[in-house]
């Protein structure tokens, strides 16, 4: 399973505590360090059912900054996977990819029915 963190983040902090107090195994991957890609991010958004608005860190700086909120509508999901791929700063955290099965943001009783 891969855990996609931005380590100063205190949600993703509190994930990584959960998943280590439920001993489930996981590779951390650090999210501006490493990015994903256009390719990942098209890849987990066709696996996950979920509206791409949902791979969006919508409290972020940078999306503030950019103005997002307003733009995104009229963007396709091409332009707005490739958005995403340019900084992962963009990008909702903490992500986990295990398999067909994505999960954006940490929320204790979604990921127990999912990874438990």
Known sequence: M??????KCSTCQKAKKWLDAHNIAHTDRHIVEDN?????L???YE???LPLKKFFNTNGIL????????KLS??????QL??????GMLVKRPFVVNGDMVLTGFREAEWAEKLL
């Open 47 to 49: 696996r996950s059912g």
């Open 36 to 40: 994903p890609t256009y390719d990942e």
């Open 82 to 87: 490739k958005l995403l791929a340019t900084d």
């Open 74 to 79: 009229s963007m396709s999901e091409e332009e």
């Open 2 to 7: 891969l855990f996609i963190e931005y380590p």
């Open 42 to 44: 098209k890849q987990w």
């Open 63 to 70: 999306y503030k900054e950019m103005q997002l909120k307003d």
